[in-house]
């Protein structure tokens, strides 16, 4: 056998393997939920409502202060007084956070990876993407098809000035801050399933031996041995 020769064949076999990476379908639908949960109860402490009497129901302030921190907590970001005060203004509407989830919707048209340069070190091969939700595999060459985070947040920053155009500037500030901290990659490197596909190249690959002609001779009594006739013996 020509074990130099195989196990160059696997190393190059390994190689050009691609890398696999999950996409989450689903991570899109649970930051919009997560956002609606948001909008919705803070709208219940802020927006003027009636009792069954018709008198305006008031909240006291230190359970509105109590349960912002709370519902702030929970979304996963950081707000300080200021910006929810601007927020305020506005009661945290309905239209506001429509404008939101097509932003979203927008944003993640494109599945999301957390560095493009990773993968740009790996275009000639491409990579596999596993669909988390249906389970289908299917290879990707096309980078264009594919944003990453950084990218993901000057498109948002764009897409805040159009959809919000006549607002406040504080607001669109507050809105982009909120949106780029729940950003989250939807394609992920799946490093268990990129070496198990590694070992199944490797072990495809079958040994390379080498072609002696009938009666060739390799090495004549009293001759010193060459590394090249070591390896056909």
């Not at 074990?3 to 190059?12: A, S």
């Not at 309905?94 to 990876?113: A, F, G, T």
């Not at 001779?217 to 390896?231: A, L, Y």
Request: aromatic share 8%.
């Amino acid at each position: 056998e020509d074990r130099v020769t195989t196990e160059q064949r696997k190393k190059e076999a390994q190689e050009q393997a691609r890398d696999v990476y999950d996409f989450d379908p689903s991570l899109k639908d649970e930051l919009k939920k997560n956002l609606t949960s948001f909008f919705s109860k803070m709208q219940e402490l802020y927006l003027p409502r009636k009792s069954a009497g018709e008198e305006m129901i008031s909240v006291p302030e230190a359970f509105k202060k109590e349960r912002e921190e709370e519902l702030v907590s929970e979304l996963g970001v950081e707000l300080s007084d200021r910006e929810l005060g601007i927020l305020r203004k506005f009661y945290f509407d309905q239209k506001m956070l429509n404008n939101i989830q097509k932003i979203i919707d927008e944003i993640y048209s494109k599945p999301i990876v957390y560095d493009i340069q990773i993968l740009q070190k790996a275009k000639d091969k491409g990579i596999i993407i596993i669909n988390l939700k249906s389970g289908e595999q299917k290879p990707l060459n096309d980078y264009t098809q594919i944003k990453d985070i950084g990218q993901a947040k000057k498109e948002l920053k764009k897409l805040i000035d159009q959809r919000f155009a006549g607002y406040p500037k504080s607001l669109k500030n507050v809105l982009n801050k909120i949106i780029s901290d729940l950003l989250r990659p939807s394609l992920t490197f799946n490093k268990q399933e990129t070496e198990e596909i590694k070992k199944e190249k490797v072990q495809a690959v079958k040994p390379v031996y080498f072609k002696l002609k009938k009666g060739e001779v390799i090495v004549r009594k009293g001759d010193r041995i060459t590394e090249e006739q070591w390896k056909k013996l």
